[in-house]
């Protein structure tokens, strides 16, 4: 079975400048979540979606995070304009279920970001 | 919010020696979750723990749910090399969707 695939697996650009990272779920996962991990922290939930529709984006920063899942499948994160403390790990996560019982939440290998 | 604090943050031990580290939520959680992050990579689901005062084992690793359903904890019997990296616990995030990680703990082992 095919895990979760992220892309790209690292990113380096300047502050100001614009991100995009890519994951796609496992097959069938309906729930999808994108998780910001600083370095030596736990990963902080960004986003999660439900099939196509946001279930909480409390935690995510709007003024420059913008996140999407299209169609129900596939979902991008993009950051514009990056700053110097968006430096983390972006994980992409998928589970088959939701709400306060999500069962296990399968990982993607991360998209590193350096914001220089 | 909902919060999972998480001690130690840091543990060092000789191979060979036993590993605990413990987990306590602010609220009453309806389940618990443990993962392991290996150096460089992403987290790996472990164990979920539902019941008020459970104890599962995976082999020489032991989980305990507490009987308030408010702490949790993760023991290793006679760590191995391969035992290295973050261990996080995870529990739904109060009122909303999703899990909330606590800050991990980072068992380091040396031979």
């Known amino acids: 079975e095919a895990g979760v695939a992220q892309s790209p697996r690292y990113k380096i650009i300047e502050k100001r400048q614009s991100v995009a990272f890519w994951c796609n779920p496992i097959s069938g996962h309906a729930t999808l979540y994108w998780y910001q991990q600083i370095l030596g922290q736990g990963p902080k939930l960004l986003i999660q979606f439900q099939n196509n529709g946001v279930v909480d984006d409390s935690q995510l920063p709007k003024d420059r995070f913008s996140a999407e899942r299209l169609k129900g499948v596939d979902s991008t994160l993009k950051i514009q304009p990056a700053k110097l403390e968006d430096s983390a790990v972006y994980l992409c996560?998928?589970?088959?279920?939701?709400?306060?019982?999500?069962?296990?939440?399968?990982f993607g290998e991360g998209s590193r970001l350096t914001v220089l | 919010g909902q919060q999972v604090m998480q001690i130690p943050q840091y543990q060092h031990v000789q191979e060979g020696e036993d590993f605990t580290t413990y987990c306590n939520s602010s609220?009453?959680?309806?389940?618990i979750q443990w993962y392991k992050q290996r150096p460089g990579g992403h987290p790996v689901f472990l164990i979920q723990l539902v019941k008020s005062g459970e104890v599962k084992k995976q082999k020489r690793l032991t989980f305990q749910f507490g009987e308030a359903k408010k702490n949790s904890s993760l023991h290793i019997t006679a760590t191995q090399t391969t035992d290295v990296g973050t261990y996080f616990c995870a529990g739904p995030r109060g009122g909303a969707d999703g899990l909330t990680f606590g800050k991990g703990t980072h068992l380091i082992i040396q031979p």
């Open positions: 609220t009453t959680l309806s389940n």
């Open positions: 996560a998928s589970s088959l279920g939701s709400g306060t019982n999500t069962g296990e939440l399968f």
